[in-house]
């Protein structure tokens, strides 16, 4: 298959979407080439068969001269190749822009969407695309019979078991995200004052891992100074965002990740702390019918900052042959279910191969 690519960002080092280049290389392994159209590029480490070609936001071009670039990039790579799928990764904008050309020539489009938003834009791209993909039922926020669930994509090679399953000195706890009211971080600090109040013996620590973006610098400061109320210095620290492997290492030497985003949609964050083994705690209710089955304690029904302190501490209590096992369930059920190589399978061979394409190949057997 020849594969078209649709993405926001191609470069291995960004914080937020360096896991795409990973996507691009387990595509790559099941495709004859692919030609990534992308907003914008920085450090690449794709296969040798994957061409990437951005519309130039890394060069400060504007809106008018992108998005000239994107259909001259576009145009080329149609008339140059014989594309047998599109795939607009998190880009409902590229989907909806190259659906015209792609009906000439065509070629089926595949939207990946997994937010809770739902922008005028995705409503037009759910109606160009021949086929929707996303984590979980909930994730797509419009009904459509165009949807298929197909899991997430982890690398659980990269997101590994953590060395060391015992309990340390101190009780770690991160919570992984952008700092954001919306990921209630506020809530995990009150919990953190309650489990403080009520933890015994045990020492603790939580690490906050994520950019702080200026549209939410008044929501960063305003968690300093409930950190600085509580007496929580010493114990609650910020990281900003981390890069691939530090981000893994984080995940390795944890205790517990907290994730109290209630977006109904599986949390990649969550994901990869299971896939490292790594006890999780959250109100997502996407991950409650996974979870209850192998530890009630992991889910928590709402953001009752008195309930998550409550599993915090029953957590922490679990002997540490106990929370390995937990843990190795947790990796268990990502490698089967969310698996990076497992979702690339699943899109060249099942999901992108359109209907004209398998009659051809049928009627020339």
């Given at each position: 298959m020849?594969?078209?690519?649709?993405?926001?960002?191609?470069?291995?080092?960004?914080?937020?979407?360096?896991?795409?280049?990973?996507?691009?290389?387990?595509?790559?392994?099941?495709?004859?080439?692919?030609?990534?159209?992308t907003m914008?590029?920085?450090?690449?480490?794709?296969a040798?068969?994957?061409?990437?070609?951005?519309?130039g936001?890394?060069?400060?071009?504007?809106?008018?001269?992108?998005?000239?670039?994107?259909?001259?990039?576009?145009?080329?790579?149609?008339?140059?190749?014989?594309?047998?799928?599109a795939?607009a990764?998190?880009?409902?904008?590229?989907?909806?822009?190259?659906?015209?050309?792609?009906?000439?020539?065509?070629?089926?489009?595949?939207?990946?969407?997994?937010?809770?938003?739902?922008?005028?834009?995705?409503?037009?791209?759910?109606?160009?695309?021949?086929?929707?993909?996303?984590?979980?039922?909930a994730?797509?926020?419009?009904?459509?019979?165009?949807?298929?669930?197909?899991?997430?994509?982890?690398?659980?090679?990269?997101?590994?078991?953590?060395?060391?399953?015992g309990?340390?000195?101190?009780?770690?706890i991160?919570?992984?995200?952008?700092?954001?009211?919306?990921?209630?971080?506020h809530?995990?600090?009150?919990?953190?004052?309650?489990?403080q109040?009520?933890?015994?013996?045990?020492?603790?620590?939580?690490?906050?891992?994520?950019?702080?973006?200026?549209?939410?610098?008044?929501?960063?400061?305003?968690?300093?100074?409930?950190?600085e109320?509580?007496?929580?210095?010493?114990?609650?620290?910020?990281?900003?965002?981390?890069?691939?492997?530090?981000?893994?290492?984080?995940?390795?030497?944890?205790?517990?990740?907290?994730?109290?985003?209630?977006?109904?949609?599986?949390?990649?964050?969550?994901?990869?702390?299971?896939?490292c083994?790594?006890?999780?705690?959250?109100?997502?209710?996407?991950?409650?019918?996974?979870?209850?089955?192998?530890?009630?304690?992991?889910?928590?029904?709402?953001?009752?900052?008195y309930?998550?302190?409550?599993?915090?501490?029953?957590?922490?209590?679990?002997?540490?042959?106990?929370?390995?096992?937990?843990?190795?369930?947790?990796?268990?059920?990502?490698?089967?279910?969310?698996?990076?190589?497992?979702?690339?399978?699943?899109?060249?061979?099942?999901v992108?191969?359109?209907?004209?394409?398998?009659?051809?190949?049928?009627?020339?057997?």
């Amino acid at each position: 298959m020849n594969l078209l690519v649709f993405n926001l960002a191609t470069d291995a080092d960004d914080p937020i979407l360096g896991f795409t280049t990973d996507w691009l290389n387990a595509l790559a392994r099941y495709c004859e080439v692919i030609h990534v159209i992308t907003m914008r590029k920085g450090r690449l480490a794709v296969a040798e068969n994957v061409h990437v070609h951005s519309v130039g936001k890394e060069k400060g071009y504007s809106e008018l001269r992108r998005a000239w670039v994107f259909y001259r990039l576009l145009l080329r790579i149609l008339r140059e190749n014989k594309i047998d799928a599109a795939f607009a990764h998190m880009m409902p904008l590229f989907a909806v822009l190259a659906s015209p050309l792609l009906i000439i020539h065509e070629v089926p489009v595949t939207l990946w969407y997994v937010h809770r938003s739902t922008p005028l834009l995705l409503r037009f791209a759910e109606v160009v695309s021949d086929s929707i993909v996303s984590s979980s039922e909930a994730s797509f926020p419009l009904e459509s019979e165009k949807l298929t669930v197909v899991g997430h994509g982890i690398d659980t090679d990269f997101f590994s078991l953590k060395e060391n399953d015992g309990f340390s000195s101190s009780f770690e706890i991160i919570s992984v995200s952008r700092i954001s009211p919306i990921k209630n971080i506020h809530t995990l600090i009150h919990a953190a004052n309650l489990f403080q109040n009520s933890r015994g013996e045990h020492a603790f620590e939580i690490k906050i891992i994520g950019a702080e973006l200026e549209r939410d610098q008044l929501y960063a400061d305003s968690l300093r100074k409930q950190i600085e109320g509580f007496g929580l210095t010493e114990k609650v620290r910020f990281t900003g965002s981390l890069s691939s492997i530090d981000l893994r290492r984080q995940y390795q030497e944890a205790n517990l990740l907290v994730n109290l985003t209630a977006s109904g949609s599986f949390d990649k964050v969550v994901l990869e702390a299971m896939s490292c083994g790594v006890l999780v705690l959250t109100s997502n209710t996407a991950f409650r019918a996974v979870l209850e089955p192998i530890e009630p304690l992991l889910f928590v029904p709402k953001n009752d900052p008195y309930a998550i302190a409550d599993h915090m501490h029953r957590i922490m209590a679990l002997s540490p042959e106990a929370r390995t096992e937990i843990g190795r369930r947790l990796r268990d059920l990502v490698v089967a279910e969310h698996d990076l190589d497992r979702l690339a399978n699943l899109l060249v061979n099942e999901v992108f191969v359109s209907k004209h394409v398998q009659d051809g190949e049928e009627g020339g057997s």
